[in-house]
């Protein structure tokens, strides 16, 4: 079933290589992040930013607890970084693969992400071609 509604999709890849696979970054909620937060991180390869989001969530946890803090209340701060890192899903996503040497290519409106991936390799074809001509 195909959306209705379009988004804006950041494709990321190495500058060199035209082969060499490709990031594709939304930015919107991304209710996956906000459910497994640290281990959405490390699925997407995020190492670079999954290692202080652990830092911070095992420190908000235990500096809470070495001062008194209420459960309750490390809780609804783990929470709202959870929240947060929801948000900031695609930022993420995309600071990661810029630490990584990968350049922002282009942005596509698209209705699904492979449906900008398609896009984005045609027009790396439409550009060869043209190149030949």
Known sequence: MRRLTTQAYEIYAPS??????????????????????????????????????????????????????PDMIIGAMQLTMQVWLGFEAGTLRALDA???????????VAHHAD???ITYYRSLNAETIAGHA
């Open 115 to 117: 449906d900008a991936e």
């Open 98 to 108: 810029k630490l990584r040497g990968l350049t922002l290519r282009c942005v596509i």
């Open 16 to 69: 060199a290589q035209l082969n060499a696979p490709l990031i594709i970054v939304s930015d919107k909620f991304s209710i996956f992040a906000f459910l497994f937060h640290g281990l959405w991180l490390i699925y997407h390869g995020a190492w670079r930013v999954a290692l202080p989001w652990f830092v911070l969530y095992g420190a908000c946890a235990g500096v809470g607890q070495a001062i008194g803090v």
